[in-house]
């Protein structure tokens, strides 16, 4: 069945630099989806992408979608303390209401 | 307040007991998932719902079973076939149709002893 990778499982950075985690499909997704969980907590959703290519921002982080829709980016720009957690991909299907995830990854950053 | 409720937030079992995952929604969404969380694997889907009376198996199925009686309601029964039901669960539900953004609820700690 339809699968979503995601890299790297963790990440540990300096308070101030970048990060990035990576999702990627062997077949073309018809949405991406980023979800954050804060340690101890629940997933909750930050935004979803349709359109090829697509870029969309929120502040500090900036969400891609692969020219082919078989891949995407989370990139956060000047990390702080309170990005600390998981970040997860995700892809549903419209026409079955299957949603699946990726194994996430995990964002340590050091003040 | 709209949202999506598990219950208990912490459910300790013995072995061999099967038990039940409440999880409740007033979103009215159509779609309801479980998923399943263990260190380093992710969220891995057990059972969905696009609509009531009607599931789908995920991709660990096996050891599991659901009920949607109703559009609210989508308990998860973890039976004495799951070799190893000790794990962080996790109940969704999201607007088939619409968005597929999944709200989640705060999950429930099972740990079987």
């Known amino acids: 069945g339809q699968q979503v990778m995601q890299i790297p499982q963790y990440q540990h950075v300096q308070e101030g630099e970048d990060f990035t985690t990576y999702c990627n499909s062997s077949t073309t997704l018809s949405n991406i989806q980023w979800y954050k969980q804060r340690p101890g907590g629940h997933p909750v959703f930050l935004i979803q992408?349709?359109?090829?290519?697509e870029v969309k921002k929120q502040k500090r982080l900036t969400f891609q979608f692969g020219e082919a829709k078989k891949n995407s980016s989370l990139h956060i720009t000047a990390t702080q303390t309170t990005d600390v957690g998981t970040y997860f991909c995700?892809?549903?299907?419209?026409?079955?209401?299957?949603?699946?995830f990726g194994q996430g990854t995990t964002l340590q950053v050091k003040p | 307040d709209g949202g999506i409720t598990q219950s208990p937030k912490y459910l300790f079992r013995k072995e061999g007991q099967n038990v039940t995952l409440s999880c409740e929604q007033n979103l009215n969404h159509d779609a309801m998932y479980w998923y399943r969380q263990d260190p380093g694997q992710g969220l891995r889907l057990i059972y969905y719902?696009?609509?009531?009376?009607?599931?789908q198996k995920g991709d660990i199925a096996e050891g599991y079973s659901v009920s949607r009686e109703k559009k609210e309601s989508f308990p998860l029964t973890v039976t004495s076939a799951q070799k190893n039901p000790t794990a962080f669960y996790l109940c969704?539900?999201?607007?088939?149709?619409?968005?597929?953004?999944?709200?989640f609820g705060q999950g429930t700690r099972l740990t079987v002893v």
């Open positions: 995700g892809t549903g299907s419209s026409n079955t209401g299957k949603l699946i």
């Open positions: 969704a539900s999201s607007d088939f149709g619409g968005s597929l953004e999944a709200f």
């Open positions: 992408l349709v359109k090829s290519g």
């Open positions: 719902s696009q609509i009531v009376n009607d599931f």
